[in-house]
């Protein structure tokens, strides 16, 4: 992040809002993929939180059903849909993320 850009993930985990944009980072940042994206891409702005401090990061391909959790410092995982992602005390079990999607 610079005074001029702002990073701003798709969905945040926060402890408290920042307007219009946050400043500090947010206790957990979730990309979700979408078809015009690749993974990579996310899997460098993941890399770019870990920079502003962000410990963790997840990517989510609703499509294929699968995600990375990405940890800073360490490299990204790859999950199937019976995984589960954890950052901290947060777990999301991917089988029921992705339960409601037909």
């Known amino acids: ?15 408290s809002l920042q307007f219009p944009y946050p400043v500090d980072p947010p206790e957990l940042c ?35 059903r699968v995600a990375w959790e990405y940890a800073s410092g360490g490299e990204p995982s790859r999950l199937d849909g019976h995984g589960k992602l954890q950052a901290r005390d947060m777990i999301i079990h991917l089988a029921e993320l992705f339960a409601g999607l037909s």
């Open 1 to 15: 992040m610079t005074a001029t850009t702002f990073l701003v993930p798709d969905v945040a985990v926060v402890s």
């Open 30 to 64: 979730v990309e979700i993929l979408s078809p015009e994206d690749r993974v990579g891409a996310l899997l460098a702005k993941c890399e770019q939180y870990h920079t502003w401090g962000e410990p963790f990061c997840w990517v989510i391909d609703p499509v294929k």
